[in-house]
């Protein structure tokens, strides 16, 4: 079975710090795309960063990037400048090539701090 | 603006009565989803259709019903089946794997859901 797995239920950060946060995926699959997703106290789910898992170069979105180690199965979520909006809840997301379904890990919940 | 519209935002229920939850979505996506969240779990599918007039079951079906009668509309019904119906419920849509890379999936704002 596919499954994401984030480990990190919290987190914090200091405003204008660093912080990553951790995600594993298990798949038998060559081909697949990984999400991550920013869900603020509105709720509304946000797309922040993807990658495919045939590129070799981490994406790279603004303050958002990933780091992509497909051997390990990891694809962790670095958020540079941290910002009081960056509080929310983010959940890690994986699609294989063969189907439109999208698998979530639980998310972790992260607290940025003034 | 494109985009995605839930509705209504929440919802309450009296226990043994069905109720349909609407999305709408003009982003010309062919495929639409629905998911149940509850807290502290990530987003569980329940149903999704890839095209007008077909739909699968996710991995939470039960207790659930959908339509896909055209390409904007994807309305949810909870029906009495359904054990432990509150939660938080997102519709999604994206374009088919046949647009990759391009197929990321775009939420609706959610309806709250309660059983009284």
């Known amino acids: 079975a596919q499954t994401v797995t984030q480990s990190q239920p919290e987190m914090s950060v200091q405003e204008a710090e660093t912080v990553t946060l951790s995600c594993t995926y298990d798949?038998?699959?060559?081909?697949?795309?990984l999400f991550w997703y920013k869900q603020p106290p509105s709720r509304q789910m946000i797309l922040v960063i993807r990658?495919?898992?045939?590129?070799?170069q981490n994406a790279t979105e603004n303050r958002f990037s990933v780091n992509f180690q497909k051997a390990a199965k990891s694809f962790s979520l670095k958020i540079s400048d941290s910002q009081l909006g960056d509080t929310a809840m983010y959940f890690c997301a994986f699609m294989t090539d063969n189907t439109d379904k999208l698998i979530f890990g639980t998310g972790t919940r992260l607290q940025v701090f003034p | 603006d494109g985009g995605i519209t839930q509705s209504p935002k929440y919802l309450f229920r009296k226990e043994g009565q069905n109720v349909t939850l609407s999305c709408e979505q003009n982003?010309?996506?062919?495929?639409m989803y629905w998911y149940r969240q509850d807290p502290g779990q990530g987003l569980r599918l329940i149903y999704y259709s890839q095209i007008v007039n077909d739909f699968q079951k996710g991995d939470i079906a039960e207790g659930y019903s959908v339509s896909r009668e055209k390409k904007e509309s994807f309305p949810l019904t909870v029906t009495s089946a359904q054990k432990n119906p509150t939660a938080f419920y997102l519709c999604?849509?994206?374009?088919?794997?046949?647009?990759?890379?391009?197929?990321?999936?775009?939420f609706g704002p959610g309806t709250r859901l309660t059983v009284l």
């Open positions: 982003l010309n996506h062919d495929a």
């Open positions: 990658q495919e898992a045939y590129k070799q």
């Open positions: 999604a849509s994206s374009r088919t794997r046949v647009a990759r890379p391009y197929n990321e999936q775009f």
């Open positions: 798949t038998s699959e060559n081909n697949y795309y």
